[in-house]
């Protein structure tokens, strides 16, 4: 019988895991703290491990390290209400299996525990001295984010081919340079280029080069990105907008490893490793002919897809925190806070222009911020007018509690400068109460209440 050792300090959360687990025919045993599970696995055999990583006396990190010298082919599962995308990768990268997010869900333990009893096999260990990274767009514990981080930890060691789906602004090109980061090319250069922005004829040169005389103007001769990135990595932007006669000379190079500079005679050898990227359907250009299909399947050796912003509206708050404080950074300005209200406008709207769309708004909202607090006035129209009421009806003419509640909390914390403390102290209440509120509010705002 298959045996799991559990390792949670949850009381709730490890009854359920050994509940879920037993039923599925397994042999279980649960313990409560990391230090309890590194005393079973000295003591006990066990054909997974599925492991908290916040827990007293030994974290679920150290239970993977103890996994690592001991037994390496024993598969680890990381569980943690705190995944980031540079833990969920390093994880991988050390060594884990795979990463479950909180709170659990039971079809996504079962799926994850079987897949990964399935494809058991010798890991080596990673890079001790693993380079920290700037994950900065790479922001969000959803699942379909979490997905993305084990996708992109997997591949990046490799030197195959990706290709990057996804649509204008969900940070293709921050995928591209993770994976590049955490590459054995990481030394060497990362070269971005938009397909879409340049002519043929214009690609055609600054992607292979020209020599000198090889057209009006070339008075000497040039490098092209293929050499620039030569031990690295070039990344296609938009790809699927390149011409069908670019599209054979991208194919020679990847095909051949090599490139001819315009005017050219001579072969010249490169060692790069693609990436490539669209927002286009290239199943369907292919069956047009707008693609050449021997270049797609080049291209699509192994595939990510980046989820847009409105299909993981769990992130949204974490992604506010980060590009707020990172627009005030490069503004020399404070960090202001972010009122409940303006909050709100920010989830009912739909980000059609997805990540980038939302750096670009609040880089406005933390220019236009008065007081240390973003208020919904700050944004631009467009975001306002989606998500609030239109003027003039009843909803608002007539909020609720709920919502007077939440203006009056924002119009203090504008007047106090956003300065907590103060603000509690104009409600009348301490500062754990108005942080209570906050979180109130919150709830309400979740569970759809009307306003």
Not at 213 to 232: C, D, I, M, V
Not at 239 to 261: F, P, Y
Not at 355 to 367: C, D, G, I, S, T
């Amino acid at each position: 019988m298959t045996r799991i050792l559990i390792a949670e300090d949850d009381e709730l959360t490890l009854e359920l895991l050994e509940k879920v687990l037993r039923r599925e025919g397994y042999e279980v045993l649960g313990v409560a703290d990391g230090q309890a599970a590194i005393d079973a696995l000295r003591k006990n055999t066990f054909d997974l491990v599925l492991t908290d990583v916040q827990m007293a006396r030994a974290s679920g990190m150290e239970v993977l390290d103890e996994v690592l010298k001991r037994t390496p082919d024993l598969p680890v599962v990381l569980i943690t209400a705190y995944a980031e995308p540079g833990a969920v990768m390093d994880a991988i990268h050390r060594g884990a299996s795979d990463y479950l997010g909180k709170p659990i869900d039971v079809d996504a333990v079962r799926s994850t525990v079987s897949r990964t009893l399935e494809r058991v096999q010798q890991r080596g260990n990673a890079s001790p001295g693993q380079k920290a990274l700037d994950d900065r767009a790479l922001i969000g514990t959803s699942a379909k984010m979490l997905a993305l981080y084990k996708e992109v930890a997997r591949v990046a060691p490799t030197d195959a081919t990706v290709l990057i789906i996804g649509e204008s602004g969900v940070g293709k090109e921050l995928v591209a340079r993770t994976i590049h980061a955490r590459s054995r090319r990481q030394k060497m250069p990362f070269v971005a280029v938009n397909c879409a922005a340049l002519a043929e004829g214009v690609l055609e040169s600054e992607l292979f080069g020209h020599e000198r005389g090889a057209f009006t103007g070339a008075q000497a001769g040039r490098r092209g990105l293929f050499e620039e990135a030569s031990g690295g990595t070039l990344f296609l932007d938009e790809v699927g907008d390149v011409s069908t006669k670019m599209q054979g000379q991208l194919l020679r190079a990847l095909q051949e490893g090599e490139i001819r500079r315009v005017g050219g005679n001579t072969s010249i050898p490169v060692d790069v490793r693609i990436i490539a990227a669209t927002n286009r359907d290239l199943t369907e250009d292919v069956r047009r002919g707008r693609m050449r299909q021997d270049l797609f399947f080049r291209l699509n050796v192994v595939r990510l897809d980046v989820p847009p912003l409105r299909e993981r509206r769990d992130d949204l708050e974490a992604l506010v925190e980060h590009l707020v404080a990172r627009s005030a950074e490069k503004a020399g300005v404070a960090v202001p806070g972010v009122s409940i209200a303006c909050r709100e406008r920010l989830r009912g709207y739909d980000w059609p222009g997805n990540v980038r769309e939302l750096e670009n708004a609040l880089a406005r909202a933390v220019a236009m911020a008065q007081g240390g607090v973003i208020v919904p006035g700050d944004l631009p129209p467009h975001v306002v007018g989606q998500s609030g009421p239109p003027r003039g009806t009843i909803d608002e003419d007539w909020p609720t509690l709920e919502e007077l509640d939440r203006r009056y909390i924002d119009r203090v914390l504008l007047r106090t400068g956003g300065n907590k403390t103060s603000a509690a102290a104009v409600l009348g209440v301490d500062r754990r109460t108005l942080q209570r509120l906050f979180a109130s509010n919150r709830a309400l705002e979740e569970k759809g209440e009307p306003r």
